[in-house]
């Protein structure tokens, strides 16, 4: 049984535009795993967009890239990608769209299966060993509770989140300095072709000196962790 995690079309959010390149990168994915998810039909490219040529590109959504990172980090934890898949359906299903909801998610794991509840809910963990005859652990905490003021949260590792958002709304939902319009790719590109910080700094005085650095120092993580992740 193959189950998805595209997201359906909707007018009332911006939906983002990651190729599977991106996707990949943001989401701390190999590119190798996420080609095998997608010949699985686990993750498949849902946005449509058609550039100035009229060439028609296809790609995922933010919610879709929220998925393949939360997949990701449910698999570190030793679950099944099936297991996986059908925990991150329940959680979309009854929390619906990446967000503030989700912060209500409580998340436990035995090790093997995944249990979904609300917060609200009167389950304990007591309860869950008692049903599953072992210890099922809370999976996931500030990831989640942060949520609750950023969509963005389980995308942005927190020594990043004072410099760097994704707003699927601005630059197609790839990654910006904070509170501007401004790719974080962008500021990357001019220290790769040799400007220095007092020269970037020129050429974006609205910039703070802080954001500049903490743009380049996540962009360089995304780098670091790409080539790690590839090599394994």
């Not at 998925?67 to 619906?96: M, P």
């Not at 509840?117 to 099922?136: G, I």
């Not at 410099?163 to 590109?189: K, R």
Request: hydrophobic fraction near 35%.
């Amino acid at each position: 049984m193959t189950i998805n995690l595209t997201t359906r079309r909707s007018r009332k959010k911006s939906l983002g535009f990651y190729t599977t390149v991106e996707a990949s990168r943001i989401a701390q994915v190999p590119l190798w795993t996420m080609n095998s998810w997608k010949y699985n039909g686990i993750i498949i490219p849902s946005v449509k967009w058609i550039d100035e040529t009229n060439k028609e590109h296809l790609g995922h959504s933010f919610e879709t890239v929220v998925y393949i990172r939360l997949l990701r980090l449910i698999r570190e934890k030793g679950i099944s990608l099936y297991n996986a898949v059908v925990a991150i359906k329940r959680i979309k299903d009854r929390f619906g769209y990446p967000g503030k909801n989700w912060a209500d998610a409580q998340i436990f794991s035995d090790g093997k299966d995944v249990y979904v509840y609300d917060k609200r809910d009167s389950y304990e963990t007591t309860d869950l060993s008692k049903q599953h005859q072992k210890v099922a652990e809370r999976i996931f905490g500030d990831e989640f509770i942060r949520l609750r003021e950023r969509a963005d949260a389980l995308l942005i590792p927190q020594q990043f989140m004072d410099y760097v958002e994704i707003d699927p709304a601005i630059q197609n939902g790839l990654p910006i300095i904070i509170n501007s319009t401004m790719l974080t790719s962008a500021i990357h590109n001019l220290f790769k072709q040799c400007y220095g910080y007092s020269e970037i700094k020129e050429m974006y005085p609205f910039l703070p000196n802080n954001k500049i650095v903490g743009a380049e120092a996540y962009e360089t993580f995304l780098d670091n962790n790409k080539d790690k992740i590839n090599s394994n």
